[in-house]
Nanobody
Framework: QVQLVESGGGLVQPGGSLRLSCAAS????????MGWYRQAPGEQRELVAS???????NYTDTVKGRFTISSDNAKRTWFLQMNNLKPEDTAVYYC??????????????WGQGTQVTVAQ
């Protein structure tokens, strides 16, 4: 199994920046995709950004050009740099991973979540 610990959330004014970090432990060698989801009150959880072991990234349209996902594969840590934050970015952000092994197949999991609030 893989355990995830997030950090970096908080309160920021519109136009500000935050950087989220996710540190993985456990069977990290099985991780194939790393990412971030978010869930606003009354909304469904949505994928914000993801990055593969090969460095291929994917972003939801609403954050393109403002958010950047990166990873340090050696330490199995990944980051979400969020710039030009908007009130609509307010949500609980969840670190995400997907793993693969021939024994267990594909599995996925989320961290405990970190609150990001964008307000004056």
């Amino acid at each position: 199994q893989v355990q995830l610990v997030e950090s970096g959330g908080g309160l920021v004014q519109p136009g500000g920046s935050l950087r989220l970090s996710c540190a993985a432990s456990g069977r990290i060698f099985e991780i194939t995709i790393m990412g971030w989801y978010r869930q606003a009150p009354g909304e469904q959880r949505e994928l914000v950004a993801s990055i593969t072991n090969g460095g291929r990234t994917n972003y939801t349209d609403t954050v393109k050009g403002r958010f950047t996902i990166s990873s340090d594969n050696a330490k199995r840590t990944w980051f979400l740099q969020m710039n030009n934050l908007k009130p609509e970015d307010t949500a609980v952000y969840y670190c995400y991973h997907q793993t693969f092994s021939f024994l267990s197949g594909t599995t996925e999991g989320w961290g405990q979540g970190t609150q990001v609030t964008v307000a004056q």
